[in-house]
């Protein structure tokens, strides 16, 4: 079973209660399936995870795998990876990100990996989330939103996806702005782009996995997911 790139047109998309419901859907789906944020930032929490959307995520797959592996590289102000390395001098270290996801991947059948910011969101210079999900040598799912303007960063996207040779599996509209419909949204995008839209996901206000497995399951064309 293929393990999974969870991009964002940008940040702020909701990559993390995507990826959170995705991982309780297709753990209801009995898939063993389980989280990583390979670089994750800001203020870190006193008790668990450093990360709370590394909290999030590991407490919707219900795993309890290692720090070190979930999240290998935390970084403590709200910046990208490049960013934090040149105000912090901690440099972002691919090579364990890409040992940390092979070690997991022999933990679990399938591992949602979740992005951090945008695709193109800088890591070393003339490295960016792309080229990580290239060395990851996994297909992504691009999370958007309905605000205007998420045809156009969609649309980059998708073409630095093209650029890239990373396989898409699929858009998914987190669907908490104000702005377009929907359905013309849905349109908009699949004909602009030539990727499929797997669905929209509503406001959640619920992360119980009662609620998000009827959320995903509802909303997400899953085997086309896991395809």
């Known amino acids: 079973m293929k393990s999974i790139f969870i991009a964002g047109t940008d940040t702020d998309v909701g990559k993390t209660y995507i990826t959170a419901g995705l991982a309780v859907a297709l753990r209801k789906m009995d898939v063993d399936v389980g989280v990583m944020k390979p670089f994750a930032a800001g203020t870190a929490q006193k008790k668990g995870y450093k990360s709370e959307d590394v909290e ?64 193109m969101t800088p890591i070393l210079k003339d490295y960016y ?40 599996k699929g858009i998914i509209i987190n669907d908490f702005d104000d702005g377009y419909s929907v359905k013309n949204l849905k349109r908009d995008l699949e004909n602009l782009t030539g990727v499929k839209v797997l669905g929209s996901i509503p406001f959640i206000k619920d992360m119980s996995d009662s609620a998000l497995n009827s959320i995903f399951k509802n909303n997400i064309d899953l085997k086309s997911l896991l395809k």
């Open 56 to 119: 999030i995520l590991a407490r919707a797959s219900k795993t309890t795998d290692p720090e070190n592996l979930v999240n290998p590289q935390f970084f403590p102000i709200p910046a990208s990876p490049y960013t934090a390395w040149k105000n912090l001098k901690t440099k972002p270290k691919i090579s364990t990100i890409l040992t940390s996801f092979k070690k997991l991947s022999k933990l679990h059948d399938m591992i949602l990996v979740e992005g951090m910011g945008g695709i």
């Open 129 to 168: 989330i792309t080229n990580l999900i290239k060395e990851l040598k996994i297909p992504t799912v691009i999370v958007t939103r309905s605000k205007v303007g998420t045809v156009n960063h969609t649309i980059m996207t998708v073409k630095m996806c093209e650029k890239y040779k990373i396989p898409i």
